[in-house]
Each structure stands twice: as C-alpha cells, then as structure tokens.
C-alpha cells in the first residue's frame, strides 16, 4: 500500500518507506531521506545499493512497490507529470544526445520538447549556456566536446525547465579532477539559489567537499546518515562499517 500525502511539503525531497524489488532481487527495502530547500544531499554506497534505482523512481521511470516519495511536494505515483516538471534528472551514461548537433541546437530541442516556442526555446538554450559557462563552446558539435563539456550540457538540459529540484547520478564518475571541481562548484551554486540538490557518488572526496548531508545506502537500506559534514576519512569509516554490519548480517 502507498502512504498518504505528506504533512510536510516544504520539503524538496521526501522518501518514506520505499521498497522496490526485481524477480527475486530487493533493490530498495524501506529507505527513507529528505532533502531541504537549498541543501544538497549526497547519497553513497557500493555497487548495485540501490541508489540508481531510487533515482529512477524520483524521476517516475520506476514505479515504487510500497512507500511514498514526493518531488517538490508532488506525489510521484499519483501526480508522475507534475512531479517531472519539478525535477531535473541526469543519469550516467546519457544516450539521448543528437552527436551532430552543436550543444546549441540539442539544448533548443530538448527545450521545444517541454513545450517552449521557437524564440523562448532559443533564449533559454543562451540562458542555461551562460549558467554552466558553455557560451563559447555552444555551436561545437557534440561529438567534439569532452567529458567535462558533455557534463555540464547535461546539467544544462536538467535546467531547462526551470526545476527546483535536481537529481544527478554519479555526474562526475566520468571527469578528470579539475573539471570535476568545476562541475562541484556549478552544482553548490544550483543550491545557493534554493533547488534541492540529491546525488549519488563513488567519491568520497567529493561527498565531503559538496554535501551537507551524507547518506549510506548499503543493500538496498539507509544503513548510516551524516549530518555534519564530515572529511572523507571519515566517511570511508562509515562505509566500510555499514557494509562489513551488512555481510555479517548476510552470513550470519
């Protein structure tokens, strides 16, 4: 059964109780987070926590199998449309890019698609450009771009519509270590102007350097929650914890 509607939805984002499960496989088993206005929330864990799948049920592609999870105060199984339209998604691995178009003319597009005319669509590609410092390169062709160029179109599309709430999934597993700082930088400024920021992340370095607050996923369970922005070091001792609890809990 899905629980009723929330009794606080200032929140950006709100997961009660979700559960999830493939065949024989529990992806999610009970997970529970929040995040503020304003506040960016990483969420760790190894491989196949269940991370990717609670992103995939925020951004509606995934229906939940119990539980109640709400985007910017919009329940995402009863009201799935208006939910999308408060949330900007970035998954790894993006497919959906036309290679021969220039960043420009792809952002022009995906903006036509939310509805924008030909003039606002053309506007608001410039807007989001000059908001992940993409000017100069806006009429390069895609394929031209590099790793940290592609990341940041991304984050720009997610913009597109004017979201308060983001979701990124591990957006800079793929960038060097100086375009990851600059990505870093983009996405606290995205909180600085109030969204409600949620990413998942390998790097623990970059979990303290972003995040207010850390959550540990570890088999499909919030196994630990940090609030007070700790150093990494601190973090890989949570982690490993969570998952070795994890493994005795499996063997025992």
């Known amino acids: 059964m899905l629980r009723g509607p929330s009794t606080t939805p200032a929140l950006g984002l709100q997961v009660r109780g979700l559960r999830k499960h493939f065949a024989k496989l529990q992806a999610l088993r009970g997970v529970e987070l929040e995040v ?6 990483a969420v760790l864990g190894p491989n196949g926590a269940g991370k990717s799948t609670m992103l995939r049920v925020l951004g509606t592609t995934v229906l939940p199998d119990e539980g109640y999870v709400e985007v910017a105060g919009h329940d995402v199984v009863a009201h799935p449309e208006a939910a999308r339209r408060s949330l900007g998604l970035v998954l790894g691995e993006e497919r959906s890019w036309y290679w021969r178009l220039s960043g420009r003319n792809n952002l022009e597009f995906f903006a036509a698609l939310h509805g924008l005319h ?7 590609a410039t807007e989001v450009l000059r908001a992940v410092d993409l000017e100069g390169v806006a009429d390069r062709r895609f394929d031209r771009y590099s790793s940290g ?7 720009a599309r ?19 270590p100086v ?15 109030g969204r409600a920021v949620l990413f998942t992340t390998h790097d623990l370095h970059e979990a303290a350097a972003v995040a207010s607050r850390v959550v540990v996923i570890v088999a499909g369970r919030v196994a630990a929650t940090v609030d007070d922005r700790p150093d990494a070091a601190r973090l890989e001792r949570v982690l490993i914890e969570a998952a070795s609890q994890q493994d005795s809990g499996s063997s025992g």
């Not at 030909?118 to 608001?124: D, G, Q, Y």
């Not at 160029?149 to 984050?155: D, I």
């Not at 997610?158 to 060097?176: F, I, K, N, W």
């Open 179 to 193: 375009a990851a700082v600059a990505f870093r930088s983009l996405v606290r400024s995205q909180a600085d102007s």
């Open 149 to 155: 160029m592609k990341a940041r179109l991304s984050l």
């Open 118 to 124: 030909r003039s606002a669509a053309v506007a608001r």
């Open 158 to 176: 997610a913009l597109l519509h004017e979201p308060p709430v983001l979701c990124l999934d591990e957006p800079t597993r793929t960038l060097d």
């Open 36 to 41: 503020p206005w304003g506040d960016i929330v």
